[in-house]
């Protein structure tokens, strides 16, 4: 079960986001649950596109990155 505390909110992010790229978000581990509820024409916050989506709630974004092999 998920802890509804909000000691701070940490990380949570509200984004309006089109279907697809909520989904990919969270399929990258991220939590995204629909604030919002109502679907409507939005800019999209990942793709940037115009589409049908609603408010998220995303949480669970890395604040810092890891610095894992840092050539490109
Ligand atoms: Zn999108």
Redesign the pocket.
């Known amino acids: 079960m998920r802890r509804l505390d909000r000691r701070k909110e940490r990380g949570g992010v509200k984004k309006l986001?089109?279907?697809?790229?909520?989904v990919?978000l969270e399929a990258r581990g991220k939590t995204v649950k629909p604030a919002g509820g109502r679907c409507e024409k939005i800019t999209?916050?990942?793709?940037?596109?115009r589409?049908f989506?609603v408010l998220y709630d995303v949480t669970g974004w890395p604040t810092r990155r890891k610095k894992e092999g840092t050539d490109k």
């Open positions: 986001l089109c279907k697809p790229c909520a990919a999209c916050a990942e793709c940037g596109r589409r989506g």
